[in-house]
């Protein structure tokens, strides 16, 4: 510290550096360099010591280096496919396409027609060339696969297997990722199942949903035209899996990862069928009774769906978070979409959960697990009758997020019950309502307050935003439809969506591409509070009005960054523009300008509204 300080003044008095000795990075960032070799001093702060180069024009930077071999590369596969050259070796591609009739029948060309598909997401991506990434492409790096990472057939151009390197670098695309996918899985051991043979390795379902998942986050043209192509690899390993069951959780984990891929596009169909046939597995193997230590007799086929033994607490962990990954995913889409759930959790029998919360990998390292052979996890959370010692855990961030799930799912199945407009309460359902109102309550106030976040280390912070979303979202669903004929209810509900905005007011664009992206949907609601309460108003108030426009504003323009990396919440953010812009219309009839014909610009209409009323 006092090294810092004393240097400090050195900095500052050092003379300005000559134009062109700073480093890439700081000429990019447009940052104040001091030359220092290897790395200066922005670079080192910002641990990028790796990215600081210099081009003092002494010799060509790693850079320059990668993209003359780019050039090199491209210019060598257009003489390959000009017609009038003929190469004398042939030149695979480890990411080609198969383009056959028999690929209609594959999952992966299935989902066109939808109406929200990958192409008509707010942000199409373009195909550049068929190259591996910058970050892949190293001298050392073979982009030749052998003959036996092919599948036998000859007009099948797809590898069964991915290069080594290349899904090395495509993982360690994803992990960075994985959390906000609510994907729990030991690190170091994943990186090194892929230096082990074929059969040794994770199930390509998992393998191939996770590549997807980095060629859709890496945001690289040259990887994102890959998408497709994972995408029919993994489908297509599912349905082979279904021939030969192995490698069960890995599978499981797979289908929640392909679930989420497809619901971000808007292809609800196909999210909800590989979310519940990660429910249905879940459950038929008993990963749901994972606290249990037996299960039932029952018929003669038992035996057939039994996981064997975890060898480790590591992979009794994995095992855990594998659970409580396709529970969050089942609790909180089917909430979103109107839907009921699938794990049903009674309070006994086949359908209780008995699994303890889950908790970060790393305390499944030291076997730091929790004894609840005989404690409903869920259901003793909701019904706070049974004081659940500290052991127990349910205090790490997965375990707050699947608190917030159930408490989300929870809300919408108690206002399903009277969500009927007009249709009065009866002396039990007010109960649950407020039963279900307190435990929402009761959770909101043991977490980190809202104001506190933006001090929390990243991933902390990432995880706490998904929880208060979660929260205040469930506090929107239990009051929405009553609030519409009950003063009382209508305040509780607009003072959730204002809770809501707090959520929304500490994310910043460095968040964005880290959050769940259930917040979309969350986020939303909140606007539907703010659109409603405009519909309401007895007198046209341009204040007021100015105000719940600037709400539906903030949520909109957080939505439209959303959509950058989900292109779903760029579909919600649209219709919610065109819902305010209806109701703004209705209200404005009168004090429209002849000339006026631009529709979709609701928020210029509320500021033309206040600037005429006044």
């Given at each position: 510290m006092?090294?810092?300080?004393?240097?400090?003044?050195?900095?500052?008095?050092?003379?300005?550096?000559?134009?062109?000795?700073?480093c890439?990075r700081?000429?990019k960032?447009k940052?104040?360099?001091?030359?220092?070799?290897?790395?200066?001093?922005?670079c080192?702060?910002a641990?990028?010591?790796?990215l600081?180069?210099?081009?003092d024009g002494?010799?060509?930077?790693?850079?320059?280096?990668?993209?003359?071999t780019i050039a090199?590369?491209?210019?060598?596969?257009?003489e390959l496919?000009s017609?009038?050259?003929?190469?004398?070796?042939p030149?695979?591609?480890?990411?080609?396409?198969?383009?056959?009739?028999d690929?209609?029948s594959?999952?992966?060309d299935?989902?066109?027609?939808?109406p929200?598909?990958?192409?008509?997401?707010p942000?199409?991506?373009?195909?550049?060339?068929?190259?591996?990434s910058?970050?892949?492409?190293?001298?050392?790096?073979?982009?030749?696969?052998?003959?036996?990472?092919?599948?036998?057939?000859?007009?099948?151009?797809?590898?069964?297997?991915?290069?080594?390197?290349?899904?090395?670098?495509?993982?360690?695309?994803?992990?960075?990722?994985?959390?906000?996918l609510?994907?729990?899985?030991?690190?170091?051991?994943?990186r090194?199942?892929l230096?082990r043979?074929?059969?040794?390795?994770?199930?390509?379902?998992?393998?191939?949903?996770?590549f997807?998942?980095?060629?859709?986050?890496?945001?690289?043209?040259?990887?994102?035209?890959?998408?497709?192509?994972?995408?029919?690899?993994?489908?297509e390993?599912?349905?082979?899996?279904?021939?030969t069951?192995t490698?069960?959780v890995?599978v499981?984990q797979?289908?929640?990862?392909?679930s989420?891929?497809f619901?971000?596009?808007?292809r609800?169909?196909?999210?909800?069928?590989?979310?519940?046939?990660?429910?249905?597995?879940?459950?038929?193997?008993?990963?749901?009774k994972?606290?249990?230590e037996r299960?039932?007799?029952?018929m003669s086929?038992?035996?057939?769906f039994t996981?064997?033994?975890?060898?480790?607490?590591?992979?009794?962990?994995?095992?855990?978070l594998?659970?409580?990954?396709?529970?969050?995913?089942?609790r909180?889409?089917?909430?979103?979409?109107?839907?009921?759930?699938?794990?049903?959790?009674?309070?006994?029998?086949?359908?209780?959960?008995?699994?303890?919360w889950?908790?970060?990998?790393m305390?499944?390292?030291?076997?730091?697990?929790?004894?609840?052979?005989?404690?409903?996890?869920?259901?003793?959370f909701?019904?706070h009758?049974?004081?659940?010692?500290?052991?127990?855990?349910g205090?790490?961030?997965?375990?707050?997020?699947?608190?917030?799930?159930?408490?989300?799912?929870?809300?919408?199945k108690?206002?399903?019950?009277w969500?009927?407009?007009?249709?009065?309460?009866?002396?039990?359902?007010?109960?649950?309502?407020?039963?279900?109102?307190?435990?929402?309550?009761?959770?909101?106030?043991?977490?980190?307050p809202v104001h506190q976040?933006?001090?929390?280390?990243?991933?902390?912070?990432?995880h706490?935003?998904?929880?208060?979303?979660?929260a205040?979202?469930?506090?929107?669903?239990l009051?929405?439809h009553?609030?519409?004929?009950?003063?009382l209810?209508n305040?509780?509900?607009v003072?959730?969506?204002?809770g809501?905005?707090?959520?929304?007011?500490?994310?910043?664009d460095?968040?964005?591409?880290?959050?769940?992206?259930?917040?979309?949907?969350?986020w939303?609601?909140?606007?539907?509070?703010?659109?409603r309460?405009?519909?309401?108003?007895?007198?046209?108030?341009p204040?007021?009005?100015?105000?719940l426009?600037?709400?539906?504003?903030?949520?909109?323009?957080?939505?439209?960054?959303?959509?950058?990396?989900?292109?779903?919440?760029?579909?919600?953010?649209?219709?919610?523009?065109?819902?305010?812009?209806r109701?703004?219309t209705?209200?404005?009839?009168?004090?429209?300008?002849?000339?006026?014909?631009?529709?979709?610009?609701?928020?210029?209409?509320?500021t033309?509204?206040?600037?005429?009323?006044s």
């Amino acid at each position: 510290m006092t090294d810092d300080y004393s240097a400090s003044p050195t900095r500052n008095s050092a003379p300005t550096l000559q134009r062109g000795k700073a480093c890439l990075r700081c000429r990019k960032r447009k940052m104040r360099c001091d030359g220092s070799k290897p790395s200066c001093q922005q670079c080192v702060r910002a641990k990028k010591q790796d990215l600081c180069e210099y081009d003092d024009g002494k010799g060509k930077t790693r850079t320059q280096l990668l993209r003359e071999t780019i050039a090199h590369l491209e210019a060598r596969i257009r003489e390959l496919e000009s017609p009038e050259h003929t190469p004398s070796v042939p030149l695979f591609d480890p990411h080609a396409i198969p383009v056959s009739e028999d690929s209609s029948s594959s999952g992966a060309d299935s989902p066109s027609s939808f109406p929200f598909s990958a192409s008509q997401s707010p942000n199409p991506i373009t195909s550049i060339s068929p190259l591996p990434s910058v970050a892949c492409c190293s001298p050392t790096i073979s982009w030749m696969p052998s003959d036996r990472c092919y599948a036998d057939s000859p007009n099948s151009l797809i590898p069964t297997q991915v290069p080594s390197e290349l899904a090395q670098s495509l993982l360690e695309t994803f992990i960075p990722h994985r959390d906000q996918l609510f994907f729990g899985l030991h690190v170091e051991r994943l990186r090194n199942s892929l230096r082990r043979p074929a059969e040794e390795q994770r199930h390509p379902v998992l393998m191939d949903a996770i590549f997807l998942w980095a060629c859709y986050f890496s945001r690289t043209p040259t990887l994102r035209q890959h998408e497709a192509m994972y995408l029919t690899r993994a489908t297509e390993a599912f349905h082979d899996w279904l021939r030969t069951p192995t490698k069960v959780v890995d599978v499981i984990q797979g289908c929640c990862l392909l679930s989420q891929y497809f619901m971000v596009h808007g292809r609800v169909m196909e999210g909800g069928h590989y979310a519940s046939t990660a429910v249905a597995l879940a459950l038929q193997w008993g990963l749901h009774k994972q606290g249990s230590e037996r299960r039932d007799a029952g018929m003669s086929l038992e035996g057939t769906f039994t996981l064997p033994p975890p060898q480790d607490a590591i992979e009794r962990g994995e095992r855990i978070l594998a659970f409580w990954q396709v529970f969050c995913i089942d609790r909180c889409w089917s909430a979103a979409l109107h839907r009921p759930s699938l794990i049903s959790d009674g309070p006994g029998g086949l359908s209780s959960i008995i699994v303890p919360w889950p908790q970060e990998i790393m305390e499944y390292t030291v076997e730091n697990f929790s004894d609840l052979a005989h404690l409903n996890t869920v259901q003793a959370f909701l019904a706070h009758q049974i004081q659940v010692p500290v052991l127990a855990g349910g205090f790490s961030n997965f375990a707050l997020r699947a608190k917030a799930s159930a408490l989300f799912d929870l809300a919408a199945k108690v206002a399903s019950s009277w969500n009927t407009p007009g249709v009065g309460l009866t002396q039990m359902s007010e109960q649950d309502t407020l039963s279900v109102e307190d435990s929402i309550t009761r959770f909101i106030a043991s977490l980190i307050p809202v104001h506190q976040l933006a001090a929390l280390h990243s991933s902390d912070k990432h995880h706490l935003i998904v929880v208060h979303t979660l929260a205040q979202a469930a506090l929107i669903r239990l009051f929405y439809h009553r609030a519409e004929v009950d003063r009382l209810w209508n305040e509780k509900c607009v003072l959730a969506a204002r809770g809501m905005l707090l959520v929304i007011g500490q994310v910043s664009d460095m968040d964005i591409e880290f959050l769940d992206p259930i917040v979309g949907c969350c986020w939303a609601s909140a606007a539907h509070v703010f659109i409603r309460e405009m519909a309401q108003m007895e007198s046209w108030s341009p204040a007021a009005s100015n105000e719940l426009g600037s709400h539906v504003g903030s949520i909109t323009t957080t939505l439209s960054r959303l959509s950058m990396t989900f292109p779903l919440a760029g579909i919600v953010s649209w219709w919610l523009c065109h819902m305010a812009n209806r109701v703004l219309t209705t209200f404005l009839q009168a004090f429209w300008p002849p000339d006026y014909n631009h529709p979709l610009a609701w928020l210029d209409l509320v500021t033309f509204s206040t600037e005429r009323l006044s």
